[in-house]
């Protein structure tokens, strides 16, 4: 299956606030935006990535970028998607923010809906699968022994929406280093994802070198050939039925 592997950085919304920990913004000066998406092919060695700088510049001294000029960067998104015909999207709590960020841009400059893929999101995979301390990207590479996440000072943001270029390179860098980590923790939670049914090959990761591993049954109570991808570690079963029932049941 071709599955993307990416992460997204947004710029933060601009709002005034009378102090500096109210929460309610008495009112909002710019939108929040997609500066940058952070992309691997699952057959790349390393990450490309899509920045709002390379399509446009600052208009303002303090704001920086005008929000529309990140619809070039949601619309290379959609051309990604399309060129390499990709059936499935990962990242790492990408289901409740990267995917639904890419989806709600995508609209609000009238591309359209984006087209179905499958999801996959790894904190979703780490939740299920594993009790963790914690579910964090960082802390996750840290349990796995990925490589450590470099951890950006806040004020990156505003440099990058300004077009700091020390600071547009950080970004870069850090973006690229999640990306590499979803991929990365992906490969260790991919053969407990929820793919079963193998018609030539390991669902996971495609390899034919796959083992009998005794009967699946369905919850309905049909019983299939249940197979041990001798690659990933993946269990997936056959397609058809079987009419060979294990003994016990008889
Ligand atoms: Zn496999």
Redesign the pocket.
Known sequence: MRTLYFDIETAPMVALHFRQWDSNAMKVIQEPYVMMVGYRLDTWKRAKTIQIWDHAEPVHPTLGFDPKDSKSVIERFYEIIDKYDVQRVCGHNSDKFDVKWMQGQGLVFGLGPMKPMLQTDTVKLARKHGNHRSNSLADLCEIHGIAPKHKPSHDLWHRCMTGEKAAEKEMEKYCKQDVNSQHDLHKIYA?LDNLVVSST???????P??TKNGKHQSRAGIFYQQYR??????Y?RARRKTPDIPSYYR
């Open positions: 053969p090959g390991c669902p996971n990761c495609g390899s070198d796959l991808c001798n690659s990933c570690g993946k997936s």
